[in-house]
């Protein structure tokens, strides 16, 4: 989940660096101090990205969203800039549970999209995490390499209560308090996004907040524009012909 994206203005960081360095200094969940519940109650829920920080201090602003819920995690984000059919995206689902600095994590599948790259769509495959999780409020802080490496701020959005998550063959479709995300693709193709939605029967108006999508050669991004799409629970239809079909859910932890 640590990507470096071009064509961007770097910010100057006294100010970002006070306001994490204090956000750092909330005590952190871990699982091996306050028990299993307590990070997970503590990352639970909808989060909207505030920051993401490299390990070496670098702000690389982006809009995006970050689900977790009931041992799952689903994320989307696209850097912010311009021009932003340029920036790269991310996109990544899978499990989550308590352990090491406080919570393990394995992302898969593990996308970036990339459209000034010489390979635009690159599909990881499996990654295993562990992040140090700090919660203050309506505020989470995560951080990679066990609370070593990249920070990654948010804003709480909702508690997820409404959560459904619906595994499909190379990601999930999540519709949750009012937002869609989703998530799906492989070395070949991806399509990557979120927002709000209006539902009426099988048809899914999607208020498009961020959308990165490749055919392997190319990336298209979208934001602030509609998409109509049908879901019935069984298969969600995109614009273009896309067919994602849900598909058995695993277990959400090892």
Request: charged share 20%.
């Amino acid at each position: 989940m640590k990507k470096r994206r071009g064509h961007r203005q770097t910010p100057t960081l006294p100010a970002l660096c006070l306001a994490l360095f204090a956000c750092l200094l909330q005590p952190a969940v871990r699982a091996a101090d306050d028990g299993t519940e307590s990070v997970m109650q503590a990352v639970e829920g909808l989060w909207a990205y505030t920051d993401l920080v490299t390990r070496d201090g670098q702000s690389l602003p982006l809009t995006g969203i970050f689900l977790f819920k009931d041992g799952t995690f689903v994320q989307q984000s696209i850097f912010n800039g311009e021009p932003f059919e340029a920036q790269g995206a991310m996109a990544h689902a899978g499990p989550y549970w308590p352990g090491g600095a406080g919570l393990r994590m394995t992302s898969d599948p593990t996308l970036s999209l990339d459209p000034g790259s010489e390979t635009p769509l690159t599909s990881i495959g499996v990654l295993e995490h562990d992040i140090a999780v700090r919660r203050d409020g309506g505020e989470l802080v995560i951080q990679f390499g066990g609370g070593t490496s990249t920070v990654q701020t948010f804003r709480r959005l909702g508690d997820a209560a409404d959560a459904a998550l619906y595994p499909l063959e190379d990601g999930v479709f999540a519709l949750v308090d009012g937002y869609f995300i989703l998530v799906s693709g492989n070395a070949q193709h991806a399509v990557t996004g979120y927002g709000s939605y209006e539902r009426d029967g099988d048809a899914l108006t999607l208020a498009i907040t961020r959308w990165a999508e490749s055919d392997g050669e190319q990336v298209t991004n979208r934001r602030n524009t509609t998409l109509v799409a049908t879901f019935d629970g069984a298969t969600l239809a995109l614009p273009g012909g896309q067919r994602l079909a849900v598909v058995a859910a695993e277990a959400a932890a090892p």
